[in-house]
């Protein structure tokens, strides 16, 4: 059995025929080839898959893709416009908010929406947000620093 | 904040400098292994023993075979013709039992692999693996806890062995007899570091293909040692090694788990070669923290000796070193580091230490961050506070005595190793000072009345790194740099490291950017393809920078040199009147030329000097005399919730020396890394195994890695004592953090309960258990 979805990713109109079982991370890595989302565990602990699901994060190796039938997904492919990086992107490149890279495009996408929520949040309200992504590398400290960087940076009109 | 790769200037060494890597790790244009996609390419999946000991009495895969989109089904039978799995163990009384890619008649542990599915894509191979009929017979008697295993009676793991020792290793010195016969006060403590998930968040991944026409095998590997890999894939698929060429793409993580050759690598290039398709595998987290290597597994009986005045004297260890049910890589031989490095910092010379690997029918074990050094540093660092206690001596006053002054470098350790350079004593008083000790210690009073359970730790770590002398590691210790300076004058770094987050491309780009005078953006370090860069070992041991980047300034000092001759030939001058600054060649009488047209110039030789070669190029090789020995302090405060057993740390202040930096915000990033996956098993981590052998904890769920809520804000600074190894005087960082967090974060939480008259916890310290043993207390 196949379905037809018709998605809106990253502000572009995709059409495609899918296995009802296909997961949506597997539907944007194979099908549309946008492979900045990662796999990290595949049960929606380490957030190596999230993205921006009608403008809410989702971790996307828990969601069918016919279940983002109609609807606007934004993965960190999306988020540079004309070649200029996002604030969020521009944060984590200053403050070392990244080491091996695995986790921080879910990551990025976690903070874009969790700054959408509380543009300006103290250093507890982003460990907080960040929970649901998980990242080996870096301790957390300079990601802290990063989201900081990019709070300041939006509300400063950058 | 860190400062933009602009204009030059100050020298980019010593800077704070953002990464050159991260434009395309923060674009989503980073190519991982799992990114990688051949025409016509297929997947497999793995199928894995769910039983921790059992005979495999056959196999039918033939309802896998007749799903649509499955190609083959290859089980231990048809791997055959595949070299085992190597070990790289050497000491006489080692058992190496046959290590096959696949089991044949026998499985030693959950997850240990079985069959393999090859399908037209990852649901269809999975569903494959899912088909597959294999009729085992379980084992009633498995060997599933070290300790046990060394009985007389247990089961044994590989009935070819009269019991589970996999080897037994003995190490002394100084008279430790007389040293506990002269002692007044002894100490004695049983401490277990469990088995850790090393668990970097991009898993395991390969992608095999292999050309007919060429007859090449091409492996994409998730790994840190692409070079070893390619020779033991040649040597395990019985192909000339020039025919193999190993590339590892972005690499998501590794942390030691990644320098390995593991049974799936083979696999997938054996069934390129006959599927004749390239081929894909992707593990999964379930995989990774079952059959990845698991750090640590290690137990340890010590017994300390000192005088009334706190003078050390000397030391007894017995070690059990978890095995699991064969060996990996280097199995082996990390707990024999941990027992070079367990006299610490400390000058007592009298030591003797029995280690006895055991196998387990369990996972094998194998190196993960630190690497047998959080060992023994969790050790000595525990029983010398225990010994602190007894003494009734403050433990920073215990450690200062027992330290080698700075004028006793280079010293000697009780275990034969020769510590490079080091002032322990300061960066233990930085980190008491950076603390505010004395009024802790007045703070701490005040609170204990007040009934609060607040202590302080502190943890002096010493580690071995900058691996290694070759004669000292098992497959060549030296690194390689070839540096081509293009016809343009941009600069192409080869290096024979295999970074997968460290961020070498920016040290070494800030490097060659000062020595040639060049913008960091004329540079470009390539590695991690053995096609591109022909010599190399890898990245693990905290050795990129010591030993990878001192290859790196030796071949750009001759390309220097030899951009010498050049300028000098143009001039009409001799080289020895020619020098070289900011990317200028200066002669006699005010002649100048850039490096720049000395590159061109080099390249289309119009006049090339006599006895000189074409081209602005140099490989070198670097071969360490020794290894590097960063230390450092680490301090934490730490509060107990009586109720509920839950710990908080309150401060972490961590001093650290490494030698000399080229990035200070790359060497933060490292150590904040490292100091989480200490805090991980002090706090959260553990590998749980039943009685039975079955796995608990198989997913992030139940194996649970810090998050950006448990990790304290981490205050730090650095000493600087260069090392006397290598021109660039670095030490290592890798690993540092790991090694330095976890006694001080225990000895903290210990100190808290002392109150209570609780002497020790093991790790980790959940609150449960700590819940436990205040309540055993108060009962007592």
Redesign the interface.
């Given at each position: 059995m196949q379905k037809t979805i018709q998605v809106n990713v990253n502000g572009r109109e995709y059409e495609r025929t899918v296995?009802p079982?296909?997961l949506l991370v597997?539907f944007l890595?194979?099908d549309l080839?946008?492979?900045?989302?990662?796999?990290?565990?595949?049960?929606s602990?380490?957030g190596?898959c999230t993205v921006l699901l009608e403008g809410r994060a989702v971790k996307s190796c828990t969601v069918l893709a016919v279940q983002a039938n109609g609807k606007k997904i934004e993965?960190?492919?999306g988020?540079?416009r004309n070649g200029d990086?996002h604030a969020v992107?521009e944060g984590?490149?200053?403050?070392?908010g990244?080491?091996?890279?695995?986790?921080?495009?879910g990551m990025?996408l976690s903070v874009c929406q969790l700054l959408a929520d509380n543009p300006s949040p103290t250093?507890d309200e982003?460990?907080?947000g960040?929970?649901g992504?998980?990242?080996?590398?870096?301790?957390?400290?300079?990601?802290?620093n990063a989201v900081e960087?990019a709070a300041k940076a939006k509300a400063g009109g950058a | 904040?860190?400062s933009?790769t602009t204009t030059k200037t100050e020298p980019f060494v010593g800077r704070r400098i953002?990464?050159q890597?991260?434009?395309?790790?923060?674009?989503?244009?980073?190519?991982?292994v799992?990114?990688i996609?051949k025409p016509g390419m297929l997947y497999f999946a793995v199928l894995r023993s769910p039983y921790p000991a059992a005979k495999i009495k056959s196999i039918d895969a033939s309802k896998a075979l007749e799903l649509p989109g499955v190609r083959a089904v290859y089980t231990g039978k048809d791997a055959a013709s595949v070299g085992p799995v190597p070990c790289a163990g050497s000491m006489p009384t080692l058992r190496v039992p046959h290590h096959t890619i696949l089991a044949t008649d026998r499985v030693y542990y959950v997850g240990h692999p079985v069959a393999a599915a090859v399908a037209s894509?990852?649901?269809i191979a999975q569903d494959a693996v899912a088909r597959i009929e294999v009729d085992y017979e379980p084992l009633d008697e498995v060997a599933a806890d070290p300790e046990a295993a060394l009985g007389k009676d247990s089961p044994r793991v590989h009935p070819e062995y009269p019991d589970n020792v996999a080897f037994t290793y003995h190490q002394e010195g100084g008279d430790v007899e007389k040293a506990f016969a002269e002692a007044d006060v002894t100490v004695s403590q049983r401490f277990v570091v469990p088995r850790l998930a090393p668990?970097?968040?991009?898993?395991r991944g390969v992608v095999a293909e292999y050309d007919e026409g060429a007859k090449e095998l091409t492996i994409y590997s998730s790994t840190q040692i692409p070079h070893l890999l390619k020779t033991q894939l040649a040597l395990q698929l019985n192909m000339p090694e020039h025919h193999v060429r190993v590339i590892a793409p972005?690499?998501?993580?590794g942390?030691g788990s990644k320098c390995n050759v593991w049974a799936e690598e083979a696999l997938a290039g054996l069934i390129a070669m006959q599927v004749k398709k390239p081929v894909k595998w992707?593990e999964?987290?379930?995989e990774s923290i079952m059959v990845v290597a698991h750090g640590r597994g290690h137990i340890t009986h010590v017994e300390l000796a000192a005088k009334n005045d706190g003078t050390l004297l000397g030391m007894k260890l017995n070690i059990i070193q978890d095995i699991g049910g064969h060996h990996q890589l280097l199995t082996p031989i990390i707990p024999t580091l941990a027992v070079l490095m367990l006299p610490g910092l400390y000058k007592f010379r009298s030591f003797t230490a029995d280690l006895t690997g055991v196998f387990t029918n369990r996972a094998p074990t194998d190196l993960y961050r630190g690497a047998g050094r959080p060992e023994a540093t969790y050790v000595i660092e525990r029983i010398v506070d225990i010994m602190a206690d007894k003494l009734g001596m403050d433990p920073a006053e215990l450690r200062r005595k027992n330290f080698p002054a700075p004028g006793d470098f280079p010293f000697q350790s009780a275990t034969g190793l020769t510590y490079d350079s080091g002032d322990y004593a300061k960066v233990m008083d930085l980190a008491l000072e950076r603390v505010g000790y004395q009024n802790f210690l007045d703070e701490q009073r005040q609170a204990r009345q007040d009934g609060r359970l607040l202590g302080i730790g502190l943890s002096t770590y010493g580690e071995i790194c900058a691996f290694g002398p070759s004669p000292a590691t098992p497959a060549g210790g030296w690194e390689s740099a070839t540096i081509h300076v293009e016809a343009t004058g941009k600069v192409s770094i080869m290096t024979g490291i295999s970074p997968?987050?460290?961020?070498e491309e920016t040290a070494f780009s800030q490097m060659a950017a000062d020595r040639f005078g060049i913008a960091m953006d004329d540079v470009v370090v390539i590695h991690g393809d053995t096609a591109k860069v022909h010599y190399g070992i890898g990245t693990f041991g905290s050795r990129g920078i010591a030993i990878g980047g001192t290859a790196v300034h030796l071949a750009m000092e001759d390309v220097v040199n030899k951009g010498i001759r050049f300028a000098a030939h143009l001039m009409e001058a001799e080289p020895e009147e020619v020098t070289f600054e900011n990317g200028v060649f200066s002669g006699p009488g005010g002649k100048t030329t850039t490096f720049q047209e000395v590159a061109l110039e080099a390249h289309l030789c119009r006049k090339l000097p006599p006895g000189t070669e074409p081209g602005l190029s140099a490989t070198r090789f670097y071969e360490p005399a020794n290894f590097a020995f960063p230390f450092g302090a680490h301090i934490v405060i730490a509060e107990v919730d009586r109720e509920t057993g839950e710990i908080k740390l309150l401060r972490y202040v961590a001093i650290d020396d490494i030698g000399n930096v080229i990035n200070p915000?790359?060497v933060?990033?490292q150590?904040?890394?490292?100091?989480?996956?200490g805090l991980g098993p002090a706090l959260l981590e553990e590998v749980v195994y039943s009685e039975d052998g079955q796995m608990l904890t198989g997913?992030?769920?139940d194996y649970a890695?810090?998050?950006?809520?448990h990790?304290p804000?981490?205050e730090s600074d650095r000493t600087v004592t260069p090392a006397p190894g290598n021109p660039l005087g670095a030490k290592g960082v890798g690993e540092a953090?790991t090694i330095g967090s976890l006694p001080a974060i225990v000895n903290a939480v210990v100190d808290a309960l002392s109150p209570l008259g609780i002497q020790h916890i093991d790790i980790p310290m959940t609150p449960q258990r700590v819940w436990k043993a205040i309540q055993e207390r108060s009962q007592a």
């Open positions: 296995e079982r296909l597997h890595r194979e080839g946008l492979t900045g989302t990662h796999i990290g565990c595949e049960s602990v380490c190596a993965t960190i492919e988020l540079a990086l992107q984590f490149w200053n403050e070392h990244l080491q091996c890279g695995f986790c921080t495009p990025i250093k982003i460990r907080h960040i929970e992504n998980l990242c080996r590398c870096t301790g957390y400290q300079h990601i802290v960087a | 904040m860190s933009p953002r990464r890597e991260d434009p395309r790790l923060i674009t989503g244009t980073a190519t991982y799992d990114d996609k894509d990852r649901y668990s970097p968040m991009e898993t972005e690499v998501g993580g942390f992707i999964t987290r379930r997968h987050g460290q961020g915000l790359l933060d990033g150590l904040h890394g490292g100091i989480a996956q997913t992030f769920m890695i810090p998050k950006a809520k990790m804000w981490i953090g």
